[in-house]
């Protein structure tokens, strides 16, 4: 009964306890639906290419006591934590990449507590998935045989490629690049092209590219497409028509003299020649060597019986025969097999083909393949049977320069052997048309250092990678002026080292310069237009532009600079065939003639005097055309005294020769009047009009400076006069001007070429003017030189009582004081006829210009 009260009254306290405790509820998320960013992470998805670091979800929830509630993340033991949460604001980071490929979905224990009660809820985050797959091919790269008797438009071989993206990201579509073959874009079924087929003679082998392209979707916000190539290989097979060959060769065994007898020792290959239908093989060899090999059916040697004789050699002549359908022995090979007994488990390294041992490896490829690139129709293996440190070796590989290079360069055992292209530029097609290597393996630690060697033949095609290049950068030629249309002019050549249609040049020619010169387009050869005249005197240089091209358009330029060559084609001419000059004594009178050539020496003219009478009289200079009288002729005097006639007057002939060859020369008659130089009543005015009677708008220049100076003098006095009168205001008387009486003058002329009758006349019978060009007419006697003008009319008589020359001024007259002459001097005669000469020259001048 004390129990039971003790316990009544404990449950009596217990209750009373329990009104004084308060409530206290778990905390919860709040769950806003699948689309939600803000929640508990309920049916959440995630694109795979979001970016490390991004906020992704808010985790969001409550306490029902108002307590401050914190988040926390969990994943499963042995997941990969991707996602980071803070455990107060409930953001959710990314911190692993994802991957919907490798994991679609991730679990994730998300929690929230209240300090007192935590609430662990257990979500799956979807990992959606983005364009971040390439194609990958199932198949490729492969090898493809075909019979060259293949039909068009048969199937060959199926592509597969696979995407791990979804939806269009995942779809593949397949391309060709150009080529005799085709494939279904969807399928993936290549085919030979409709109307093409296979050719063993032309090519043995087509390296076809595959292109795997998937459907495109989106990636970091953009849209992109994916695709992956892969190389299909097709060998095209013969048909039957070659004998077996061994593959392999030439053959090495090695046996050692332990070996128990049936142990295998070498097996030799044979493959019929006719790939396509290949008849049996059967091997055989010489039973005169020493037996101590046989050859089994399987054509593997095996020891049959073997006694101690380490380090021999053993040649064995094996023979492959194909066996026809009827059991007889066909076409055969032949080839050598070489065994030596060692006694030590050792063997060199050994290059293998697709179908066996193999030391000739061939490829066919186009010049100048990108650098970096894997030279794939070789297929290469190497191997050293033995084992350890003996089955280590180096592979080189030697050849010309640096074009290639073997990967890799230390092998142990076994290894696949990789060329890459390191020198694209080297691999040319015009030096080498193919490049022979030696791929050597050499073993390292051994101390026979066994090696082998492998030749590697790649046999170069051509592209056009070249241009047509001249011989020279410009080229000059010359060609006679006279030279007929179609003459050739110059050759010029240009080469293109490419090979067939590619290596052929043609030529064209182009520029200002051209329009009188053709070009042959394959020789090169320029020529003049047909109706092309070629003129020095006109135009001597000409230059054009002459360009090389090939078939597809590359070309180069060089540049053509003709000369048409002067030749001797035009005489000298005279502008007169008789000339007439007055030669003071002491000064000499000029001659010029002209030659139309365009170059020296055919334009350099040479004078000489031809005839003249007397003869020592004259000189002349060769070069400039001047004839003076004799250096000891100081007056006419002298003149008289030597021609005995008082008559100065003398004609020459004289010739103009020019200095080409031939050598053309005309001669012109020249009418000489000689005068004495005194000096003149005119002081230097008279001076002057002697020397410059040659020159007659020289002498009206200088009139005109003269008349004009006296004006301004007589304008600068007149005005200074009145501005002093005016000054003055002094009114001055009426003064008388007293004339005085002048004495008429009378205008006497003297013709200075009047004709007089002397020798000189005699110089005007036959005289040849130009006497070296049959096609210049001339005529003889030359026409008579144009008449002297008219002289001005004499002044008017005197008249007593007209005033004369009178100039009034405010305080005097002036009148003019005449000077006397009492008659007319020589000196006066000689100014008379130079005024007299310069005027029929200015006449003869103003009838030319009109």
Not at 421 to 446: C, P
């Amino acid at each position: 009964s004390i129990n039971a009260c003790s316990y009544f009254i404990c449950l009596l306290v217990y209750i009373a306890t329990l009104e004084f405790i308060p409530s206290d509820f778990a905390p919860y998320f709040y769950d806003n639906g699948p689309y939600s960013h803000n929640g508990n992470l309920a049916l959440f998805s995630l694109s795979e290419d979001t970016a490390v670091g991004t906020q992704i979800y808010c985790l969001n929830g409550t306490d029902p006591e108002g307590q401050e509630v914190r988040y926390g993340l969990a994943f499963e033991p042995g997941s990969k934590e991707y996602f980071r949460v803070d455990p107060k604001s409930g953001n959710i980071t990314l911190v692993e990449k994802l991957d919907r490929e490798k994991q679609d979905s991730v679990e994730v224990l998300v929690s929230i507590t209240d300090g007192r009660s935590k609430v662990v809820e257990k979500v799956t985050i979807f990992v959606m998935d983005a364009n971040d797959e390439r194609p990958e091919f199932q198949n490729m790269p492969a090898i493809v045989d075909v019979l060259e008797t293949t039909a068009s438009g048969s199937s060959i071989f199926k592509v597969q490629a696979v995407d791990r993206d979804t939806g269009s990201g995942g779809s593949v579509t397949y391309y060709l690049q150009p080529s005799l073959f085709a494939i279904d874009r969807h399928s993936g079924v290549l085919r030979i092209k409709p109307g093409e087929m296979l050719d063993y003679e032309k090519s043995k082998t087509h390296f076809v590219t595959v292109i795997a392209k998937d459907g495109g979707g989106n990636f970091n916000g953009k849209e992109q497409f994916l695709s992956s190539s892969a190389t299909l290989t097709i060998n095209v097979i013969d048909a039957q028509d070659t004998p077996p060959s061994f593959i392999g060769i030439p053959y090495f065994g090695y046996v050692y003299e332990v070996s128990a007898p049936g142990s295998e020792i070498y097996t030799v290959v044979a493959k019929d020649g006719d790939v396509g239908n290949p008849n049996p093989i059967s091997y055989s060899f010489d039973e005169g060597k020493l037996l101590t090999l046989r050859l089994c059916e399987s054509h593997v040697f095996h020891v049959f019986y073997f006694c101690q004789m380490a380090n021999m050699i053993i040649t064995l002549c094996v023979q492959a025969s194909e066996v026809g359908p009827d059991g007889s022995l066909m076409d055969y090979g032949v080839t050598t097999v070489v065994i030596r007994v060692v006694d030590l488990n050792n063997n060199p390294p050994t290059f293998y083909g697709e179908k066996g041992p193999q030391n000739i490896f061939e490829l066919t490829m186009y010049e100048h393949p990108p650098e970096g690139e894997i030279l794939r129709g070789l297929k290469i293996t190497v191997n050293d049977s033995d084992q350890g440190a003996n089955a280590k070796f180096n592979l080189r590989l030697i050849g010309p320069g640096r074009m290639l290079r073997v990967v890799p360069q230390t092998v142990l055992n076994e290894a696949q052997v990789t060329i890459l292209v390191e020198d694209s530029a080297a691999m040319d097609y015009e030096k080498h048309h193919f490049l022979t290597y030696k791929l050597l393996a050499v073993e390292i630690d051994t101390p026979e250092r066994f090696s082998a060697t492998a030749d590697i033949v790649i046999h170069l095609l051509d592209t056009n990678d070249n241009a047509p290049k001249f011989s020279s950068d410009y080229y000059i030629a010359r060609i006679p002026e006279n030279s007929p249309g179609g003459s050739n002019v110059v050759s010029v050549t240009a080469t293109d080292p490419d090979s067939g249609l590619w290596g052929e040049v043609k030529y064209s020619i182009y520029g200002s310069g051209a329009d009188l010169f053709l070009i042959q387009p394959t020789s090169g050869i320029i020529y003049t237009q047909p109706w092309a005249n070629l003129d020095a005197e006109v135009r001597s240089k000409y230059n054009f532009y002459v360009k090389a091209e090939d078939t597809e358009g590359k070309y180069s330029l060089a540049e053509v600079f003709v000369t048409v060559l002067d030749l001797n084609d035009h005489p000298p001419e005279f502008n007169e065939n008789f000339l007439e000059k007055t030669m003071i004594i002491g000064a000499p009178v000029k001659i010029e003639a002209v030659d139309d050539d365009a170059e020296e020496p055919n334009n350099v003219i040479e004078y000489s005097i031809m005839k003249a009478d007397p003869d020592n009289i004259f000189d002349i200079n060769s070069d400039t055309g001047e004839i003076m009288l004799k250096s000891y002729i100081k007056s006419i005097d002298i003149v008289q005294n030597i021609t005995k006639q008082k008559d100065c007057t003398w004609s020459l002939v004289v010739q103009a020769r020019d200095r080409g060859q031939p050598s053309f020369s005309t001669t012109a008659v020249v009418k000489i009047d000689i005068s004495e130089a005194t000096q003149l009543s005119g002081g230097p005015l008279a001076s002057f009009l002697m020397q410059s009677r040659d020159k007659p708008l020289q002498i009206l220049g200088m009139l005109a400076g003269v008349i004009s100076l006296m004006v301004i003098v007589t304008v600068i006095i007149s005005t200074a006069m009145f501005m002093r009168n005016k000054k003055s205001n002094r009114i001055l008387p009426n003064r008388r001007i007293k004339r005085r009486p002048r004495h008429q003058q009378t205008w006497i002329w003297k013709n200075p070429f009047k004709k007089t009758e002397n020798s000189a006349d005699k110089f005007l019978e036959n005289v040849n003017y130009n006497n070296n060009v049959s096609n210049v007419v001339r005529q003889w006697p030359p026409p008579p030189p144009p008449c002297a003008p008219s002289l001005p009319p004499p002044p008017p008589s005197y008249i007593p009582g007209d005033r004369q020359w009178v100039v009034p001024t405010v305080s005097a007259a002036v009148a003019v004081k005449p000077k006397r002459k009492s008659e007319m001097t020589r000196q006066d005669t000689v100014n008379k006829a130079l005024v007299s000469e310069l005027k029929m020259r200015l006449e003869k001048r103003r009838n030319y210009f009109y």
